[in-house]
């Protein structure tokens, strides 16, 4: 369903009404979003017809061979002027420490080897030359993987993220069909039996087919050893926490007074929560229970030498 300008304003207007602790920072997210959308077009990906076959073995479009370096390239090569115009722009409040650390980027940016190096990594998901990376040249590391992410992001056609797609072409593997990225959330869609379950890519935003029932990371089907969390102020989400790997899902389930009237498919809150910012306050709720976060862009995928459990 395709909202118009207007009453998408009038969704959010709403949400930062309910969550004002939230609107700053998510403002801030929102006019990224905005502003890299209108500056850098979608990089030419292979037809549309081609992507179950190129899919087909488990390997997502971006770590193909030719799509990586070729977009890896673009990413770099669009760094230097999609930085200048956040830091320029008078749309955008930039928090103080952000704005140095995206200055500190964009001396980076010149570079254009060690920039298409840092797409590479990211796209590779290669924590170690991140990490190196970022050490290296002086950069903060979550402001890197942040920035980095949401210029990948607007390089990828919109139709590579339409979950329709992928349920055509049968995707059903618990990472993204796009980049490869573990899930960061889920989303449950009313179908014609029942509900279905989505997964949302924090890196790319694509949204895929997955199971129902059980873990989404470690693949656990043993019902006892799931449960669900429900936070209290917030029906829209639940948490799915899985007691096997202790890592937990933010599902969005559906806004109540909306959901009556909507048909098949996305209803019009999902938007706003498939935004993993927009329930920070869920991850502190997870947090307080001992619980892991994984998807996110931000953060490493597997724990730092100085983060693991155990040696
Ligand atoms: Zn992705
Ligand atoms: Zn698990």
């Known amino acids: 369903m395709e909202l118009k300008h207007k009453e998408k304003e009038a969704l959010w207007q709403t949400f930062f009404e309910q969550h004002a602790y939230l609107k700053e920072t998510g403002g801030w997210h929102l006019s ?5 959308g209108e ?5 030419a990906f292979p037809p549309k017809e081609s992507w179950q076959e190129l899919t087909k073995d488990g390997l997502p479009l971006l770590q193909h061979e030719d ?7 673009a990413a770099a090569g669009r760094l230097d002027g999609a930085l200048s115009l956040v830091l320029g722009s008078q749309d955008i409040e930039t928090p103080e420490e952000m704005h140095q650390s995206l200055t500190d980027l964009r001396a980076f940016a010149a570079n254009q080897e060690a920039a298409t190096a840092l797409f590479t990594a990211l796209l590779q998901q290669d924590d170690a030359a991140i990490r190196r990376l970022a050490a ?10 942040l920035f980095g992410w949401a210029v990948i992001d607007v390089l990828v056609p919109a139709e590579a993220k339409d979950a329709a797609v992928w349920e055509e072409a049968g995707w059903t593997r618990n990472y993204c069909p796009v980049c ?6 889920a989303v449950l869609r009313k179908e014609q039996h029942g509900r279905a379950r ?41 948490l799915d926490v899985c007691e096997e790997c202790h890592a937990y899902l933010k599902t969005y389930q559906g806004c109540k007074q909306i959901n009556q009237a909507a048909p098949d498919g996305p209803d019009e809150c999902e938007e706003i929560y498939r935004h993993d910012w927009a329930t920070l306050h869920l991850d502190l709720a997870g947090q307080e229970q001992g619980l892991v976060k994984r998807g996110s862009a931000l953060l490493a995928a597997a724990p730092g030498p100085d983060e693991g459990e155990e040696k």
């Open 32 to 36: 990224l979003e905005r502003l890299l």
């Open 180 to 185: 490869g990225r573990q899930p960061v959330m």
């Open 198 to 238: 989505f997964l949302v890519c924090d890196g790319c935003h694509t949204v895929w087919p997955y199971a129902r029932v059980g873990c989404v990371y470690c693949g656990n089907q043993d019902l006892k050893k799931m449960k669900i969390l429900e936070p209290e102020g917030e029906e829209a989400m639940r």
């Open 39 to 43: 500056a850098l077009t979608p990089v």
């Open 67 to 73: 799509l990586l370096p070729c977009v890896a390239a």
């Open 136 to 145: 290296e040249h002086g950069l903060q590391e979550t402001s890197l993987r």
